[in-house]
């Protein structure tokens, strides 16, 4: 188009074309769904009829109908189809063209229909350049991939979830091979353990969804939904697939470890149909299976996106508390399995510890709770804002309480404002929201199978010494290691072709029959089932080892221990007795163990 005021300059073409998506309403009308436009009109109407008081009457409702040999009613419909098509909901480009064709496009609007902000645009969204492999596509240099190429060489769908993870806004999208893989190689695990949860669908756990953990994942695939929702309706494609998918695979992979009595058959296929409809917009193909796999009749794109329940924050965070904590034991185990520094460098490492005690605290040590007292006044008081270090540190040094303890104030003072950036106000509250030592008690099997402990016990701070009571606060538990001392005794399985061989097991003073078992299952992995376990003693604790077994007759010469036998020993003899029925017996350095 020529300036109008000065006709021998052009309008820059990119400034200039920017409502032709009115045209796009009525293309259908006008050039039968023909993309080069050479298409017979379904209406009858031809090129040349197509004026400009024609093209006012469509577009402009004060508009006069025109001088026209076109029928009036196929006028108004070009018209009601204009009218409900429009505005654009959104337009999506490059970003390179912000300074021009986008800029004008909204002037372009807002000059065609001044007086009608109904038809002007509703949204914009720019986006940056695709990178390969973190460089620019270049055919010269080799660095370049066709969408073809792309697609025979990840699929449609793993391409897809490629280009999603690759980047949203204007920053340059990053397109990896290797992430590429790696996400195709997530899509085919998710597919297998679909398949596997339908084939053992049986032996998942039924009844109440009740435990911890069950509530805990409930709750985290209703606020997964939420999230992800919000992500798509936003547009922002890479955190959509991070909360609907990376995220989403986590929380099941949290619940699987965490459930120690079962994952929830329910829950489980609760799951596999949410995380199908999440990812759908995504990788429709593959989700399109799943949904397949699960029975469902029709096509998932027709189902409904999912409804999310109730979301329980404090539980999530509950949970988040559990999964902290045990992070911090492992690395407390770390630490005291280290052997003791010596300048002789002769130093072993401590004996593997069996047992452990968490502490909690139901409130701060005193001079923490007087320093987040006032930090929370001044939080209150000041509309969430704390005033500087120097304040609060001339605040806190005038009270007497706190005297011995300013070396340790400031920096404890530090952490609180770091935390209160990162988590909001709760971090200033003096006791937690939930209850520590039920959260760490519903989840001690999983504790001490993750720590591969004899026991674990939860005791509350109080109960110990001035140590641990200052060590000590809520949300930060303080853990004690110990090695109980035991009995070294040999287990010996004399069934045949079981690939199951003698283990040595330290035998400790009011160990239980199960209690054998377990540890022994924790030694020796091949043992799955415990309750298939059977525990013998030799009748002759001195003889019966020495006496080569019979094939058939593994139990002759031997007699089951009951579940109500307790172990005795006698650390300085290094000797193991039985007591069972007001009878104490030796049971010699050798048991039995029969899988059945």
Known sequence: TRLPWDEQWLIESLSD????????????LLQGGVLNGQGDSPLGIKPEQMTREVWDFIFFKSSPFPKTDIPKEHLQRLRREFEYWYPVDVRVSGKDLVP?????????????????????????????????????????????????????????????LALADAGDTIEDANFVETMA????????????????????????????????????????MNAGILKTEQHYERMMYKEALKSGFFEFQAAKDKYRELAIEGMHRDLVFQFI?????????????????TWSLLGKMGSLMKASWPVAGPVDEVLIRSSQ??????H????????????????????????????????????????????????????????????????????LGALPELKKYMKRVMPFVAMIKENLEKNGPRVL???LEFDERAVLMENLVY?????????????????????????????????????????????????????????????????????????????????????????????????????????????????????KSVFNINLEEKKVTLADNGFTVDIGDTLVYLIQ
Request: glycine share 6%; hydrophobic share 35%; with cysteine.
């Open 17 to 28: 074309s920017t409502i032709y998506m009115a045209y796009y309403t009525l293309a259908h």
């Open 100 to 160: 021009n064709h986008l800029s004008y496009y909204l002037y372009n609007h807002v000059a065609m229909w001044p007086k009608d902000s109904g038809k002007w645009p509703q949204a914009v969204r720019a986006n940056g350049h695709l990178l390969l492999n973190s460089e620019k596509m270049s055919k010269s240099t080799g660095n370049f991939l066709t969408l073809s190429q792309a697609i025979k060489k990840f699929s449609a769908d793993g391409m897809r």
């Open 181 to 220: 893989d790696a996400g195709i190689l997530r899509l085919y695990t998710w597919v297998e353990w679909v398949k596997e949860m339908i084939a053992n669908q049986n032996n998942l756990r039924t009844g109440p969804t009740d435990t911890f953990n069950d509530r805990v994942f409930a709750s985290e």
């Open 273 to 289: 149909e949410r995380q199908s409809l999440l990812l759908a917009p995504i990788c429709p193909h593959l989700c399109e299976y």
């Open 321 to 326: 508390y559990l999964m902290e904590t045990a």
């Open 328 to 395: 911090d034991l492992r690395l407390r185990f770390k630490a005291y399995m280290l052997p003791p520094k010596s300048k002789k460098g002769d130093s072993k490492p401590p004996a593997k510890p069996s047992h452990c005690t968490i502490y909690v605290a139901k409130s701060y040590p005193p001079w923490q709770h007087s320093a987040l007292s006032l930090l929370g006044k001044h939080y209150k008081g000041n509309n969430g804002i704390l005033p500087d270090n120097k304040v609060i540190a001339n605040e």
């Open 429 to 431: 509250d003096l006791e």
């Open 447 to 563: 504790l001490t199978n993750s720590l591969e402990l004899e026991q674990i016990d939860v005791l509350f701070a109080s109960e110990a010494d001035d140590k641990v009571k200052e060590d000590c606060c809520p949300g930060k538990p303080f853990s004690v290691f110990r090695a109980e001392p035991g009995v070294s005794v040999s287990l010996v399985n004399p069934q045949p072709s079981t690939g199951l061989f003698t283990t040595k097991v330290d035998i400790r003073q009011g160990d239980s029959k199960d209690t054998i078992v377990r540890r022994l299952s924790k030694v020796n992995r091949l043992i799955k089932d415990l309750s298939r376990v059977k525990l013998m003693r030799y009748e002759d604790p001195l003889l019966g080892p020495r006496r080569v077994p019979v094939l058939g007759q593994e139990e002759y010469g031997k007699l089951p221990i009951s579940s």
